[in-house]
Protein backbone atom coordinates (compact mmCIF):
# COMPACT_ATOMS: atom_id res chain seq x y z
CA UNK A 1 0.00 0.00 0.00
CA UNK A 2 1.81 3.21 -1.31
CA UNK A 3 1.26 6.26 1.43
CA UNK A 4 3.07 9.71 1.45
CA UNK A 5 6.94 10.03 3.17
CA UNK A 6 7.03 12.47 5.97
CA UNK A 7 10.46 14.33 6.58
CA UNK A 8 12.15 15.04 9.88
CA UNK A 9 15.33 17.06 9.48
CA UNK A 10 17.70 17.88 12.97
CA UNK A 11 19.90 20.46 12.21
CA UNK A 12 22.34 22.30 14.97
CA UNK A 13 23.00 25.85 15.91
CA UNK A 14 25.50 27.95 18.56
CA UNK A 15 28.27 24.73 18.25
CA UNK A 16 29.35 21.41 16.71
CA UNK A 17 29.32 18.72 19.53
CA UNK A 18 26.16 18.88 21.11
CA UNK A 19 24.46 15.71 20.26
CA UNK A 20 22.66 16.05 16.68
CA UNK A 21 23.55 12.37 15.88
CA UNK A 22 21.89 11.06 18.92
CA UNK A 23 19.53 13.37 19.06
CA UNK A 24 18.15 12.30 15.46
CA UNK A 25 18.94 8.42 16.77
CA UNK A 26 16.51 9.14 19.30
CA UNK A 27 13.76 11.16 17.67
CA UNK A 28 13.99 8.38 15.03
CA UNK A 29 13.64 5.52 17.80
CA UNK A 30 10.70 7.44 19.55
CA UNK A 31 8.95 7.41 16.29
CA UNK A 32 9.93 3.78 15.32
CA UNK A 33 8.53 2.49 18.84
CA UNK A 34 4.90 3.91 17.57
CA UNK A 35 5.26 1.36 15.07
CA UNK A 36 6.01 3.84 11.85
CA UNK A 37 8.81 2.48 9.20
CA UNK A 38 11.48 4.65 9.86
CA UNK A 39 15.03 5.17 8.68
CA UNK A 40 17.60 7.96 9.34
CA UNK A 41 19.87 9.25 7.30
CA UNK A 42 22.94 11.34 7.78
CA UNK A 43 24.38 14.63 5.34
CA UNK A 44 27.81 15.04 5.72
CA UNK A 45 29.03 18.81 4.47
CA UNK A 46 32.64 17.91 3.11
CA UNK A 47 33.75 17.40 0.05
CA UNK A 48 35.52 13.79 0.74
CA UNK A 49 33.06 11.29 -1.22
CA UNK A 50 33.10 9.22 2.20
CA UNK A 51 34.94 8.80 5.10
CA UNK A 52 37.21 5.93 4.14
CA UNK A 53 39.92 8.88 3.87
CA UNK A 54 39.67 10.72 6.99
CA UNK A 55 42.11 10.25 9.86
CA UNK A 56 39.71 9.05 13.27
CA UNK A 57 42.09 12.15 14.93
CA UNK A 58 40.35 14.53 12.69
CA UNK A 59 36.82 13.38 12.68
CA UNK A 60 36.11 10.30 14.97
CA UNK A 61 35.52 6.52 13.74
CA UNK A 62 34.82 5.55 10.24
CA UNK A 63 32.05 3.38 10.08
CA UNK A 64 31.23 0.58 7.21
CA UNK A 65 27.53 -0.89 6.62
CA UNK A 66 27.39 -4.10 5.20
CA UNK A 67 27.31 -2.92 1.35
CA UNK A 68 31.08 -1.39 2.11
CA UNK A 69 30.30 1.93 2.46
CA UNK A 70 32.55 3.79 4.89
CA UNK A 71 30.41 6.94 6.41
CA UNK A 72 29.92 8.92 9.66
CA UNK A 73 30.16 7.89 13.08
CA UNK A 74 26.35 8.99 13.59
CA UNK A 75 25.46 6.03 10.96
CA UNK A 76 26.73 3.62 14.36
CA UNK A 77 24.14 5.70 16.43
CA UNK A 78 21.23 5.30 13.72
CA UNK A 79 22.22 1.35 13.56
CA UNK A 80 21.89 0.81 17.18
CA UNK A 81 18.98 3.01 17.89
CA UNK A 82 17.13 1.65 14.98
CA UNK A 83 18.53 -2.03 15.46
CA UNK A 84 18.69 -2.71 12.06
CA UNK A 85 21.43 -2.21 9.20
CA UNK A 86 21.15 0.44 6.71
CA UNK A 87 22.69 0.71 3.45
CA UNK A 88 24.82 3.65 1.41
CA UNK A 89 21.30 5.01 0.82
CA UNK A 90 21.25 6.34 3.71
CA UNK A 91 24.74 8.58 4.12
CA UNK A 92 25.78 11.61 1.52
CA UNK A 93 28.18 14.35 1.71
CA UNK A 94 28.65 17.22 -0.24
CA UNK A 95 31.27 15.40 -2.37
CA UNK A 96 28.83 12.55 -3.16
CA UNK A 97 26.04 15.24 -4.11
CA UNK A 98 28.30 17.14 -6.54
CA UNK A 99 29.96 13.97 -8.19
CA UNK A 100 26.58 12.74 -8.83
CA UNK A 101 25.50 15.55 -10.62
CA UNK A 102 28.35 16.09 -12.67
CA UNK A 103 28.19 12.20 -13.40
CA UNK A 104 24.51 13.06 -14.95
CA UNK A 105 25.83 15.73 -16.80
CA UNK A 106 28.42 14.34 -18.45
CA UNK A 107 25.91 11.37 -19.34
CA UNK A 108 23.44 14.10 -20.87
CA UNK A 109 20.95 13.17 -18.44
CA UNK A 110 20.33 17.17 -18.52
CA UNK A 111 19.22 17.07 -22.07
CA UNK A 112 22.25 19.44 -22.94
CA UNK A 113 20.91 22.03 -20.47
CA UNK A 114 22.98 24.84 -18.23
CA UNK A 115 23.52 22.79 -15.31
CA UNK A 116 23.40 25.39 -12.13
CA UNK A 117 24.18 24.73 -8.81
CA UNK A 118 20.82 25.91 -7.58
CA UNK A 119 18.48 24.19 -8.28
CA UNK A 120 20.91 20.75 -8.95
CA UNK A 121 22.33 20.06 -6.03
CA UNK A 122 19.20 20.68 -3.58
CA UNK A 123 17.09 18.25 -6.22
CA UNK A 124 19.76 15.65 -6.06
CA UNK A 125 19.69 15.76 -2.38
CA UNK A 126 15.83 15.18 -2.67
CA UNK A 127 15.84 12.62 -4.92
CA UNK A 128 18.71 10.51 -2.48
CA UNK A 129 15.91 11.26 0.26
CA UNK A 130 13.19 9.78 -2.10
CA UNK A 131 15.39 6.66 -2.44
CA UNK A 132 16.47 6.05 1.24
CA UNK A 133 12.74 5.65 2.11
CA UNK A 134 12.23 3.94 -0.65
CA UNK A 135 15.02 1.08 -0.08
CA UNK A 136 13.77 1.28 3.73
CA UNK A 137 10.30 1.51 3.15
CA UNK A 138 10.36 4.04 5.28
CA UNK A 139 6.88 6.27 6.44
CA UNK A 140 9.01 8.85 8.16
CA UNK A 141 13.09 10.02 7.51
CA UNK A 142 15.11 10.92 9.91
CA UNK A 143 17.80 13.26 8.49
CA UNK A 144 20.68 14.67 10.15
CA UNK A 145 22.65 17.29 8.47
CA UNK A 146 25.67 18.07 9.72
CA UNK A 147 27.50 21.38 11.37
CA UNK A 148 25.83 24.20 12.42
CA UNK A 149 23.55 26.71 10.46
CA UNK A 150 25.05 29.68 9.69
CA UNK A 151 27.84 27.50 7.60
CA UNK A 152 28.26 27.94 4.04
CA UNK A 153 29.05 24.24 3.94
CA UNK A 154 25.71 23.26 4.44
CA UNK A 155 23.43 26.20 3.20
CA UNK A 156 22.44 24.25 -0.37
CA UNK A 157 21.52 20.95 2.08
CA UNK A 158 19.02 23.61 4.04
CA UNK A 159 18.01 24.47 0.53
CA UNK A 160 16.90 21.73 -0.12
CA UNK A 161 14.83 21.18 3.35
CA UNK A 162 13.62 25.08 2.37
CA UNK A 163 12.35 23.84 -1.17
CA UNK A 164 10.70 20.56 0.25
CA UNK A 165 8.67 21.92 2.86
CA UNK A 166 7.58 24.98 0.83
CA UNK A 167 6.32 22.07 -1.20
CA UNK A 168 4.79 19.96 1.09
CA UNK A 169 4.38 22.24 4.87
CA UNK A 170 2.48 19.34 6.41
CA UNK A 171 4.96 16.52 5.89
CA UNK A 172 8.31 18.43 6.72
CA UNK A 173 8.95 18.83 10.51
CA UNK A 174 12.29 20.65 11.48
CA UNK A 175 14.31 20.20 14.73
CA UNK A 176 17.07 22.53 16.07
CA UNK A 177 19.45 21.39 18.55
CA UNK A 178 20.87 24.15 20.22
CA UNK A 179 23.27 24.88 23.18
CA UNK A 180 22.29 26.70 26.42
CA UNK A 181 25.15 27.55 28.14
CA UNK A 182 25.44 27.76 31.91
CA UNK A 183 27.09 31.05 33.82
CA UNK A 184 26.92 32.15 37.20
CA UNK A 185 29.17 31.23 39.90
CA UNK A 186 27.17 27.83 40.39
CA UNK A 187 26.86 27.24 36.72
CA UNK A 188 23.19 27.37 37.17
CA UNK A 189 22.25 30.91 35.24
CA UNK A 190 20.95 29.05 31.87
CA UNK A 191 21.59 31.51 28.78
CA UNK A 192 19.17 31.43 25.58
CA UNK A 193 20.60 34.58 23.87
CA UNK A 194 23.12 32.03 21.42
CA UNK A 195 19.68 29.87 21.15
CA UNK A 196 17.85 33.17 19.78
CA UNK A 197 20.71 33.85 17.15
CA UNK A 198 21.01 30.38 15.69
CA UNK A 199 16.96 30.52 15.24
CA UNK A 200 17.65 33.79 13.33
CA UNK A 201 20.50 32.56 11.05
CA UNK A 202 18.02 29.92 9.89
CA UNK A 203 15.32 32.72 8.90
CA UNK A 204 18.23 33.97 7.12
CA UNK A 205 18.12 30.63 4.70
CA UNK A 206 14.13 30.82 4.70
CA UNK A 207 13.45 28.29 7.54
CA UNK A 208 12.37 28.41 10.67
CA UNK A 209 12.17 25.29 12.99
CA UNK A 210 9.53 23.69 14.56
CA UNK A 211 11.14 21.94 17.67
CA UNK A 212 14.33 23.32 19.31
CA UNK A 213 16.30 20.81 21.37
CA UNK A 214 17.40 22.45 24.28
CA UNK A 215 21.16 21.30 25.35
CA UNK A 216 22.25 21.78 28.59
CA UNK A 217 23.91 20.53 31.50
CA UNK A 218 20.76 20.51 33.72
CA UNK A 219 17.38 20.59 32.46
CA UNK A 220 15.99 23.27 31.12
CA UNK A 221 13.18 25.24 33.72
CA UNK A 222 9.73 26.78 32.46
CA UNK A 223 10.67 30.09 32.53
CA UNK A 224 13.82 29.71 30.04
CA UNK A 225 11.20 27.37 27.78
CA UNK A 226 8.67 30.32 27.73
CA UNK A 227 11.17 32.76 26.79
CA UNK A 228 12.66 30.88 23.63
CA UNK A 229 9.28 30.19 22.65
CA UNK A 230 8.03 33.76 22.82
CA UNK A 231 11.78 34.78 21.53
CA UNK A 232 11.92 32.46 18.78
CA UNK A 233 8.10 32.23 18.00
CA UNK A 234 7.99 28.71 18.90
CA UNK A 235 4.71 27.22 19.46
CA UNK A 236 3.90 26.30 22.71
CA UNK A 237 5.37 23.11 24.35
CA UNK A 238 7.57 22.84 21.70
CA UNK A 239 11.05 23.57 23.02
CA UNK A 240 12.12 20.49 24.70
CA UNK A 241 14.74 20.13 27.45
CA UNK A 242 17.62 18.44 26.44
CA UNK A 243 20.17 17.65 30.00
CA UNK A 244 22.94 15.65 30.03
CA UNK A 245 22.03 12.00 30.74
CA UNK A 246 24.08 9.04 32.66
CA UNK A 247 23.80 6.63 29.25
CA UNK A 248 23.40 7.90 25.94
CA UNK A 249 20.08 5.08 25.34
CA UNK A 250 18.63 6.92 28.01
CA UNK A 251 17.71 9.96 25.52
CA UNK A 252 14.72 8.87 24.15
CA UNK A 253 13.01 8.08 27.31
CA UNK A 254 14.29 11.73 28.58
CA UNK A 255 12.54 13.53 25.42
CA UNK A 256 9.20 11.23 25.71
CA UNK A 257 9.17 12.92 29.16
CA UNK A 258 8.43 16.14 27.25
CA UNK A 259 5.99 13.83 25.10
CA UNK A 260 8.10 14.72 21.97
CA UNK A 261 7.02 11.80 19.61
CA UNK A 262 3.06 13.03 20.23
CA UNK A 263 4.20 16.37 19.19
CA UNK A 264 6.07 15.16 16.03
CA UNK A 265 2.85 13.42 15.38
CA UNK A 266 0.83 15.85 15.77
CA UNK A 267 3.24 18.35 13.08
CA UNK A 268 3.40 16.19 10.72
CA UNK A 269 -0.31 15.82 10.78
CA UNK A 270 -0.17 11.90 11.56
CA UNK A 271 -2.70 9.98 13.64
CA UNK A 272 -0.97 9.51 17.62
CA UNK A 273 -0.40 6.10 17.95
CA UNK A 274 0.69 4.33 21.45
CA UNK A 275 3.98 3.85 22.42
CA UNK A 276 5.75 0.58 22.82
CA UNK A 277 9.00 1.30 24.40
CA UNK A 278 9.38 -1.31 27.23
CA UNK A 279 12.40 -3.12 26.03
CA UNK A 280 14.55 0.32 25.57
CA UNK A 281 13.17 0.86 29.05
CA UNK A 282 14.14 -2.71 30.44
CA UNK A 283 17.74 -1.51 28.66
CA UNK A 284 18.30 1.74 30.77
CA UNK A 285 16.92 -0.04 34.13
CA UNK A 286 19.65 -3.00 33.52
CA UNK A 287 22.42 -0.38 33.23
CA UNK A 288 21.22 1.69 36.33
CA UNK A 289 21.00 -2.02 38.12
CA UNK A 290 24.46 -3.54 36.99
CA UNK A 291 26.34 -3.26 40.44
CA UNK A 292 29.52 -5.66 39.78
CA UNK A 293 32.17 -3.84 37.66
CA UNK A 294 34.24 -5.15 35.14
CA UNK A 295 37.47 -3.34 34.30
CA UNK A 296 38.48 -3.45 30.67
CA UNK A 297 41.93 -2.41 29.17
CA UNK A 298 41.80 -0.75 25.49
CA UNK A 299 45.44 -0.74 24.33
CA UNK A 300 45.34 1.97 21.40
CA UNK A 301 47.33 4.97 20.08
CA UNK A 302 45.49 7.46 19.88
CA UNK A 303 45.86 8.80 23.34
CA UNK A 304 48.43 11.35 23.39
CA UNK A 305 48.11 14.81 24.41
CA UNK A 306 46.35 16.88 21.61
CA UNK A 307 45.27 13.77 20.12
CA UNK A 308 41.08 13.32 19.10
CA UNK A 309 38.62 12.08 21.94
CA UNK A 310 39.28 8.62 22.76
CA UNK A 311 35.22 8.09 22.62
CA UNK A 312 35.36 9.61 18.77
CA UNK A 313 37.80 7.24 17.44
CA UNK A 314 36.85 4.46 19.42
CA UNK A 315 32.92 4.62 19.56
CA UNK A 316 31.90 1.08 18.33
CA UNK A 317 33.86 -0.76 20.56
CA UNK A 318 32.78 1.09 23.56
CA UNK A 319 29.32 0.67 22.81
CA UNK A 320 29.90 -2.85 22.14
CA UNK A 321 32.04 -3.62 25.58
CA UNK A 322 28.59 -1.88 27.19
CA UNK A 323 26.11 -3.51 25.29
CA UNK A 324 27.50 -7.17 26.41
CA UNK A 325 28.08 -5.78 29.87
CA UNK A 326 24.14 -5.13 30.16
CA UNK A 327 23.47 -8.40 28.90
CA UNK A 328 25.13 -9.48 32.15
CA UNK A 329 24.57 -7.44 34.51
CA UNK A 330 27.92 -6.13 34.69
CA UNK A 331 29.11 -2.23 34.92
CA UNK A 332 32.04 -1.99 32.64
CA UNK A 333 34.90 0.51 33.71
CA UNK A 334 37.22 1.40 30.20
CA UNK A 335 40.43 2.68 30.87
CA UNK A 336 42.67 3.54 28.05
CA UNK A 337 45.77 2.03 27.81
CA UNK A 338 48.89 4.00 25.36
CA UNK A 339 50.98 1.56 23.68
CA UNK A 340 53.87 3.80 23.58
CA UNK A 341 54.17 3.46 27.91
CA UNK A 342 54.69 -0.17 27.40
CA UNK A 343 57.57 0.54 24.51
CA UNK A 344 58.95 2.91 26.83
CA UNK A 345 58.68 1.01 30.08
CA UNK A 346 58.70 -2.41 29.69
CA UNK A 347 57.69 -3.14 33.72
CA UNK A 348 54.43 -1.14 33.47
CA UNK A 349 53.07 -4.13 30.97
CA UNK A 350 52.56 -5.47 34.95
CA UNK A 351 49.57 -3.09 34.97
CA UNK A 352 47.70 -5.30 32.49
CA UNK A 353 46.66 -8.13 35.30
CA UNK A 354 45.21 -5.26 37.01
CA UNK A 355 42.34 -5.77 34.45
CA UNK A 356 39.58 -8.43 33.48
CA UNK A 357 40.15 -8.37 29.79
CA UNK A 358 42.71 -6.27 27.49
CA UNK A 359 41.04 -5.03 23.81
CA UNK A 360 43.25 -4.37 20.82
CA UNK A 361 41.15 -2.57 18.24
CA UNK A 362 41.31 -1.54 14.84
CA UNK A 363 43.56 0.83 13.16
CA UNK A 364 46.90 1.58 10.74
CA UNK A 365 50.32 2.38 10.55
CA UNK A 366 53.57 1.70 12.58
CA UNK A 367 52.84 4.09 15.55
CA UNK A 368 53.09 2.32 18.95
CA UNK A 369 52.96 -0.91 16.96
CA UNK A 370 55.69 -2.84 18.84
CA UNK A 371 54.05 -1.44 22.17
CA UNK A 372 50.96 -3.03 21.23
CA UNK A 373 52.89 -6.66 20.38
CA UNK A 374 54.31 -6.73 24.03
CA UNK A 375 50.60 -6.01 25.52
CA UNK A 376 49.45 -8.66 23.60
CA UNK A 377 52.42 -10.94 24.64
CA UNK A 378 51.95 -10.69 28.01
CA UNK A 379 48.33 -11.41 27.91
CA UNK A 380 48.96 -14.61 26.36
CA UNK A 381 51.81 -15.44 28.70
CA UNK A 382 50.15 -14.19 31.94
CA UNK A 383 46.47 -15.44 30.69
CA UNK A 384 44.83 -12.21 30.76
CA UNK A 385 41.50 -12.56 28.22
CA UNK A 386 42.53 -11.24 25.04
CA UNK A 387 40.12 -9.49 22.21
CA UNK A 388 42.11 -7.84 19.10
CA UNK A 389 40.30 -6.52 16.66
CA UNK A 390 41.20 -6.11 12.63
CA UNK A 391 44.77 -5.19 13.78
CA UNK A 392 44.33 -6.27 17.35
CA UNK A 393 44.49 -10.00 15.77
CA UNK A 394 47.04 -9.36 12.86
CA UNK A 395 49.40 -8.22 15.84
CA UNK A 396 48.86 -11.51 17.77
CA UNK A 397 49.48 -13.33 14.58
CA UNK A 398 52.95 -11.11 14.58
CA UNK A 399 53.29 -12.04 18.43
CA UNK A 400 52.46 -15.52 17.97
CA UNK A 401 54.88 -16.11 15.07
CA UNK A 402 57.75 -14.29 16.63
CA UNK A 403 57.47 -15.95 20.07
CA UNK A 404 55.72 -19.18 19.77
CA UNK A 405 56.91 -20.35 16.29
CA UNK A 406 60.33 -19.10 16.78
CA UNK A 407 60.30 -16.91 13.68
CA UNK A 408 61.99 -13.82 15.57
CA UNK A 409 61.83 -10.95 12.78
CA UNK A 410 58.11 -11.48 11.87
CA UNK A 411 56.30 -8.91 10.88
CA UNK A 412 53.07 -7.60 8.75
CA UNK A 413 54.45 -6.00 5.29
CA UNK A 414 52.24 -3.11 6.65
CA UNK A 415 54.81 -2.11 8.76
CA UNK A 416 58.11 -3.93 7.46
CA UNK A 417 57.97 -4.74 3.89
CA UNK A 418 61.39 -6.55 4.08
CA UNK A 419 60.60 -9.03 7.20
CA UNK A 420 61.93 -12.21 6.42
CA UNK A 421 58.81 -13.50 7.72
CA UNK A 422 55.57 -11.77 6.83
CA UNK A 423 53.01 -13.48 8.25
CA UNK A 424 50.89 -10.57 8.07
CA UNK A 425 50.57 -9.62 4.07
CA UNK A 426 48.79 -7.88 1.07
CA UNK A 427 47.99 -11.22 -1.05
CA UNK A 428 49.56 -11.71 -4.62
CA UNK A 429 46.08 -10.72 -6.33
CA UNK A 430 46.03 -7.16 -4.46
CA UNK A 431 49.27 -6.03 -5.12
CA UNK A 432 48.49 -4.93 -8.47
CA UNK A 433 46.37 -2.52 -7.25
CA UNK A 434 49.29 -1.47 -5.01
CA UNK A 435 51.63 -0.88 -7.92
CA UNK A 436 49.52 1.37 -9.53
CA UNK A 437 48.56 3.27 -6.44
CA UNK A 438 44.39 2.22 -6.60
CA UNK A 439 44.60 1.40 -2.77
CA UNK A 440 40.65 1.30 -3.21
CA UNK A 441 41.06 -1.78 -4.59
CA UNK A 442 42.82 -3.38 -1.67
CA UNK A 443 40.52 -2.66 0.74
CA UNK A 444 38.14 -5.65 1.65
CA UNK A 445 35.16 -3.41 2.59
CA UNK A 446 31.43 -4.21 3.83
CA UNK A 447 29.83 -7.83 5.22
CA UNK A 448 31.73 -11.41 4.22
CA UNK A 449 30.47 -14.82 4.97
CA UNK A 450 32.64 -17.05 7.31
CA UNK A 451 32.48 -20.90 8.38
CA UNK A 452 33.26 -21.61 12.01
CA UNK A 453 35.25 -24.64 13.29
CA UNK A 454 33.03 -26.66 15.60
CA UNK A 455 34.19 -26.74 19.50
CA UNK A 456 36.07 -23.28 19.40
CA UNK A 457 35.40 -20.67 21.41
CA UNK A 458 34.17 -18.68 18.40
CA UNK A 459 31.99 -21.33 17.13
CA UNK A 460 30.32 -21.71 21.27
CA UNK A 461 29.33 -18.14 21.49
CA UNK A 462 27.45 -17.63 17.99
CA UNK A 463 25.69 -21.02 18.36
CA UNK A 464 26.13 -21.26 14.72
CA UNK A 465 28.49 -22.55 12.15
CA UNK A 466 28.06 -19.54 9.23
CA UNK A 467 28.45 -15.90 9.89
CA UNK A 468 28.40 -12.84 7.99
CA UNK A 469 30.59 -9.60 9.70
CA UNK A 470 31.88 -6.07 8.36
CA UNK A 471 35.54 -5.96 7.74
CA UNK A 472 37.65 -3.27 6.74
CA UNK A 473 41.09 -3.96 6.43
CA UNK A 474 44.03 -4.15 3.39
CA UNK A 475 46.25 -6.81 4.90
CA UNK A 476 45.20 -10.76 5.71
CA UNK A 477 47.26 -13.51 7.16
CA UNK A 478 49.69 -14.83 4.82
CA UNK A 479 48.52 -18.52 3.99
CA UNK A 480 52.05 -19.70 3.72
CA UNK A 481 52.62 -19.80 7.51
CA UNK A 482 49.21 -20.54 8.57
CA UNK A 483 50.21 -24.60 9.04
CA UNK A 484 53.14 -23.91 11.30
CA UNK A 485 51.44 -21.21 13.46
CA UNK A 486 48.59 -24.33 13.83
CA UNK A 487 51.36 -26.61 14.71
CA UNK A 488 52.15 -25.15 17.71
CA UNK A 489 48.43 -24.70 18.80
CA UNK A 490 47.26 -21.36 17.28
CA UNK A 491 43.49 -22.27 15.77
CA UNK A 492 41.76 -20.38 12.80
CA UNK A 493 38.30 -21.01 14.11
CA UNK A 494 36.74 -18.67 10.91
CA UNK A 495 37.90 -18.92 7.81
CA UNK A 496 36.35 -17.86 4.19
CA UNK A 497 34.26 -20.17 2.32
CA UNK A 498 36.58 -20.70 -0.08
CA UNK A 499 39.58 -21.55 3.37
CA UNK A 500 41.83 -18.91 1.73
CA UNK A 501 40.84 -16.05 4.14
CA UNK A 502 41.40 -16.26 7.86
CA UNK A 503 38.63 -14.88 9.65
CA UNK A 504 39.10 -15.56 13.09
CA UNK A 505 42.55 -17.02 15.76
CA UNK A 506 41.90 -18.27 19.05
CA UNK A 507 44.11 -20.13 21.35
CA UNK A 508 42.15 -23.46 23.03
CA UNK A 509 40.25 -22.93 26.19
CA UNK A 510 42.44 -25.49 28.04
CA UNK A 511 46.01 -23.01 27.45
CA UNK A 512 43.51 -19.47 27.71
CA UNK A 513 40.76 -18.55 29.26
CA UNK A 514 39.99 -16.32 26.10
CA UNK A 515 42.76 -15.02 23.68
CA UNK A 516 40.65 -14.59 20.30
CA UNK A 517 41.27 -12.12 17.46
CA UNK A 518 38.78 -11.52 14.30
CA UNK A 519 40.13 -10.05 10.98
CA UNK A 520 36.80 -8.46 11.19
CA UNK A 521 35.34 -5.71 13.03
CA UNK A 522 32.68 -7.16 15.24
CA UNK A 523 31.59 -3.70 16.71
CA UNK A 524 29.60 -2.94 13.57
CA UNK A 525 26.87 -5.31 14.25
CA UNK A 526 26.74 -4.72 17.60
CA UNK A 527 23.63 -3.61 18.89
CA UNK A 528 22.02 -2.32 22.82
CA UNK A 529 19.02 -4.43 22.52
CA UNK A 530 21.17 -7.58 20.41
CA UNK A 531 24.70 -7.32 22.34
CA UNK A 532 27.49 -9.28 19.74
CA UNK A 533 27.91 -12.84 21.16
CA UNK A 534 31.96 -12.40 21.11
CA UNK A 535 31.98 -9.48 23.21
CA UNK A 536 29.50 -11.12 25.60
CA UNK A 537 31.96 -14.43 26.07
CA UNK A 538 34.53 -12.05 26.17
CA UNK A 539 33.21 -10.14 29.00
CA UNK A 540 32.02 -13.17 30.89
CA UNK A 541 35.49 -14.48 30.69
CA UNK A 542 36.92 -10.67 31.89
CA UNK A 543 33.95 -10.94 34.79
CA UNK A 544 35.63 -14.45 35.83
CA UNK A 545 39.51 -13.46 35.43
CA UNK A 546 38.62 -10.28 38.10
CA UNK A 547 37.47 -12.82 40.81
CA UNK A 548 40.46 -15.71 39.69
CA UNK A 549 42.72 -12.50 40.14
CA UNK A 550 40.88 -11.55 43.43
CA UNK A 551 41.36 -14.93 44.87
CA UNK A 552 45.17 -15.34 43.89
CA UNK A 553 45.86 -12.25 46.07
CA UNK A 554 43.87 -13.54 49.12
CA UNK A 555 45.91 -15.90 48.96
Known amino acids: MKHKTEYIFVVGGVMSGVGKGITAASIAKIIQSRGIETTSVKIDPYVNVDAGTMNPTEHGEVFVLDDGTECDQDMGNYERFLNRSLTKTNYMTTGSVYLSVIQKERNLEYGGRQVEVVPRIPLEVLDRLERAAAKNKAQVVVTEIGGTVGEYENILFLEAVRMLKLKNPDDVALVLVSFVPALGAGGTELKTKPTQHAVRSLNSVGLHPDFIMARAHMPLDKKRKEKLEFMCSIDKGNVISAPNVANLYDVPISFEKDKLGEKILSKLKMKPRSRDMKEWKKLSEAAKRSKEEVKIGIVGKYF ?252
Open 304 to 555: GSGDFTLTDSYISVIEAVKHAAYALKKRVLIEWLDSHEFEKSPKSLKKLSDYGGVIVPGGFGSRGIEGKISAIRYCRENKVPYFGLCYGMQLAIVEFARDVVKMGKANTTEINPRTPFPVVDILAEQKKNVETKNYGGTMRLGAYPALLKKGTIAEKAYGCGKISERHRHRYEVNPKYIERMEKKGLVFSGISPDRRLMEIAELPKSTHPFFLGTQFHPEFKSRPLQPHPLFVEFIKCASLQKKTTKNRKAR
